[in-house]
T-cell receptor, first 111, second 113 residues
Framework: SQTIHQWPATLVQPVGSPLSLECTVE??????LYWYRQAAGRGLQLLFY??????ISSEVPQNLSASRPQDRQFILSSKKLLLSDSGFYLC??????????FGNGTRLTVT | GENVEQHPSTLSVQEGDSAVIKCTYS??????FPWYKQELGKRPQLIID?????GEKKDQRIAVTLNKTAKHFSLHITETQPEDSAVYFC????????????FGRGTSLIVHP
């Protein structure tokens, strides 16, 4: 069966520091991969999605970037975090006719 | 692009009552409508979905109805229990290779024991 791993679960980083969040999917090949952000008490904001290795689409302009170095690996990065980057970051995957499945999320607090 | 409106933003019911959450969408090409439940601090999890070739789907206490003509779909929860308390998100998409669902803003359901 398919599983998605996302880490770390929580992260506290100072303003101006770099960020790297990683997500991997097991049990499927060539999935669509997604990064969402959820501010406290708010909805799901799509940040990036990828339909294949090296193919990244950005939904909103920001100081974040994403990369897909391998088929089942999706990385969210920032060179310098802002206070407004705080939130709950969710990786998600979809393959074929499967529904969208979310990882357990990373709660990021920028101080 | 697609636009999904979800109402109400907050819904408070007594245990045992029914709860209904409604969503409307704008793109007539949308053909897949999932519903997610997100408990506090957890990830959203799919609870039920419906495709445009079906008008209604049920799974125990949960049902979803779809009206393609009016472009709206609803989640119905019967005999609510305190563990149903969560934020519920609807979504709409037109499928295809680059599946990009558009989510509603969420409904916070509170079930009072």
């Amino acid at each position: 069966s398919q599983t998605i791993h996302q880490w770390p679960a929580t992260l506290v980083q100072p303003v101006g520091s770099p960020l790297s969040l990683e997500c991997t999917v097991e049990g499927t090949s060539n999935p669509n991969l997604y990064w969402y952000r959820q501010a406290a008490g708010r909805g799901l904001q799509l940040l990036f999605y990828s339909v294949g290795i090296g193919q990244i689409s950005s939904e909103v302009p920001q100081n974040l970037s994403a990369s897909r170095p391998q088929d089942r690996q999706f990385i969210l990065s920032s060179k310098k975090l802002l206070l407004s980057d705080s939130g709950f970051y969710l990786c998600a995957w979809k393959a074929g006719n499967s529904p969208l499945h979310f990882g357990n999320g990373t709660r990021l607090t920028v101080t | 692009g697609e636009n999904v409106e979800q109402h109400p933003s907050t819904l408070s019911v007594q245990e045992g009552d029914s709860a209904v959450i409604k969503c409307t969408y704008s793109d007539s090409a949308s053909n897949y409508f999932p519903w997610y439940k997100q408990e506090l601090g957890k990830r959203p999890q799919l609870i039920i979905d419906i495709r445009s070739n079906v008008g209604e789907k049920k799974d125990q206490r949960i049902a979803v109805t779809l009206n393609k003509t009016a472009k709206h779909f609803s989640l119905h929860i019967t005999e609510t229990q305190p563990e149903d308390s969560a934020v519920y998100f609807c979504a709409a998409s037109s499928g295809g290779g680059s599946y990009i669902p558009t989510f509603g803003r969420g409904t916070s359901l509170i079930v009072h024991p």
